[in-house]
Structures are given as structure tokens and as C-alpha cells.
């Protein structure tokens, strides 16, 4: 009996040292990295699907219990998840998960953003002042986002320090070496027509020309006079129309048909529960699409 309690002891002590850390991502790109850098020392629950405008998600009761339960929280971050996820954290009363603790972290923070704003005016619509946040389509800064995620990691499981860095480097191999492939796909592109600012940084990377956008103003749906004015601007040139899979405005076929641009619906995130491999997939979708006038 002695032996088989001993036994059991040690039994949960493998376990105990073994147990995942419970990580709540934002979005599944967040997700994507929380499991890439994580490996099998990490369990990942996401709360937006990639089909939703994670602007404005809705705080869900499911949120909450898997907010109870998080020892880490992984955010995009530069206010893109401002609506609902405080007050999703501050309902699952967890105090580990609170912003400015180690159990709180944001991607976008660990990168230099684009179109910073120092005086922001609400006549532009929905601004972001501290940056744009979407920077999941710059497979270069996820990477850097990456090792500092391997940090905070390493910080709350030190015995596994060593294993969280190795991934990151890993992913960040992996990364360079995806650039020369990605690079020829979109070598030469005549420019995009983008409905949102959330593909800036995609295009940043790779020298791609924004031509316009689709919204007058960022969050403001296009009006009939803005739709004619980039008809009227862009009729007779080459271009791609790119939008998310929940912008499906009607405007945007009709603008595409007036053109005779093609135009592609695709997500902004990998699928729910994904790895590396379905992240590396979705930039070279986007990078396809740009190259296809």
C-alpha cells in the first residue's frame, strides 16, 4: 500500500511539472504563435474565429470561464481588442491575467507600428493612436513578436526557458526562409485597392503599392460618391481589390466590375487552432492574390 501511494505521489509531481500553462489568444494568429512558441508546454484557447471583425467582438460567457482559467493572456493590442477585452478581464476577475502583470501580454507593443498618431481627431474615424495594430500580416515582425513572447514564457515556467527561445528561433528560421519565396510572388505588382488599413503592413514588407481605400474613413462604410470618385480616379490603371472575408460590402463587386479589377475576399488570420505551417499559407495567399491583376 506504502509503495503504491508513493508511487501516486510521484505520479502527480510529473504531472504538476508537466502541466501546460493556459493561454487565452485573442485571435488565431495569436493563438498560431502562443502554440508555435509554447509547443505541448502550452494549452490554447482563442476567442475570435478568423471570419470576425475582431473590432467588435461581443464579451460571451464562454470568454469569461476561459479567462478564469488563464495564467497568460495574449492580445494583439494597440487598443484593437479595446471594446470588449478589459471588460471581458475585468468579469473573469483573475487578477494573474490584469494588464502591466506578466500574465499580460500584447503583441503589437513588442514591435515599431506604423501610422503612429501623436493628435488623434475622431473626424478620421476609427483611429488608433498608438499605432496600426493589425501587424499579424508581417510574418518579419511576428517573428520578433515571437522571441519576446518565448520571454515572458520563459519568465513564468523558468524550467522550460530553454525550450520556449528554441521555438522562437525556429520560427523565426523558418520565416527567412520563407522570404525569397514570398518576395518572387509579389515581385512587380501593379498595387491594391484595400477596403480596411489591415493589410498595410503585408504590403509594407513587401514593397506593394496601397493605391486607395475602399472605407472614406477608417471603420465608415464607403458612400456612392466615394465608390464613384475611386472609379472615376482609378479607370483605364491596373489593380487587385483586397478585402476580408466580413467586409462584404455591396459596393465592392460593383466597384470591381466598373473597373475590371479582380477582387478576393480572404482572411485576415489563420484557421482557429492552427500551427505555423496554415500562418505561412495565408501570406502566401495574400501574396497570390496581389499578383493576379
Request: proline share 2%; net charge positive; with cysteine.
Given at each position: 500500500?506504502?509503495?503504491?501511494?508513493?508511487?501516486?505521489?510521484?505520479?502527480m509531481c510529473a504531472m504538476l511539472s508537466h502541466a501546460a500553462i493556459n493561454i487565452v489568444a485573442t485571435t488565431s494568429s495569436m493563438g498560431m504563435l502562443s502554440r508555435t512558441v509554447g509547443g505541448n508546454l502550452v494549452s490554447v484557447t482563442e476567442l475570435a474565429p478568423p471570419d470576425r471583425d475582431i473590432h467588435t467582438l461581443q464579451v460571451k460567457p464562454s470568454m469569461l470561464q476561459a479567462l478564469r482559467r488563464a495564467q497568460l493572456v495574449v492580445s494583439v493590442g494597440a487598443e484593437l481588442e479595446q471594446g470588449w477585452l478589459p471588460p471581458a478581464i475585468s468579469g473573469a476577475a483573475n487578477p494573474k491575467i490584469l494588464p502591466n502583470t506578466l500574465g499580460y501580454f500584447e503583441a503589437a507593443a513588442q514591435v515599431p507600428l506604423l501610422e503612429q498618431k501623436t493628435n488623434v481627431d475622431r473626424s478620421e474615424g476609427d483611429v488608433h493612436p498608438l499605432g496600426n495594430p493589425h501587424v499579424?500580416?508581417?510574418?518579419?515582425?511576428?517573428?520578433?513578436?515571437?522571441?519576446?513572447?518565448?520571454?515572458?514564457?520563459?519568465?513564468?515556467?523558468?524550467?522550460?526557458?530553454?525550450?520556449?527561445?528554441?521555438?522562437?528561433?525556429?520560427?523565426?528560421?523558418?520565416?527567412?526562409?520563407?522570404?525569397?519565396?514570398?518576395?518572387q510572388l509579389s515581385r512587380n505588382p501593379t498595387g491594391v485597392m484595400l477596403y480596411h488599413k489591415d493589410a498595410n503592413y503585408l504590403m509594407a514588407r513587401f514593397n506593394i503599392p496601397v493605391l486607395a481605400y475602399i472605407e472614406p474613413l477608417a471603420g465608415i462604410p464607403p458612400t456612392a460618391s466615394h465608390l464613384l470618385g475611386l472609379v472615376q480616379q482609378y479607370r483605364g490603371k491596373k489593380g487587385v481589390i483586397l478585402h476580408t472575408v466580413y467586409q462584404g460590402h455591396a459596393g465592392i463587386q460593383q466597384l470591381a466590375n466598373q473597373l475590371g479589377w479582380p477582387h478576393h475576399a480572404l482572411a485576415l488570420d489563420p484557421p482557429t487552432n492552427s500551427q505555423a505551417s496554415a500562418y505561412f499559407a495565408l501570406i502566401s495567399q495574400w501574396l497570390n492574390a496581389v499578383s493576379q491583376p
Open positions: 500500500m506504502m509503495r503504491l501511494l508513493v508511487l501516486c505521489l510521484l505520479s499579424q500580416l508581417d510574418p518579419v515582425r511576428m517573428a520578433d513578436i515571437a522571441k519576446a513572447l518565448a520571454e515572458r514564457l520563459a519568465k513564468l515556467d523558468m524550467n522550460n526557458a530553454a525550450i520556449y527561445r528554441q521555438n522562437a528561433q525556429q520560427f523565426k528560421e523558418a520565416v527567412n526562409q520563407q522570404l525569397g519565396q514570398w518576395q
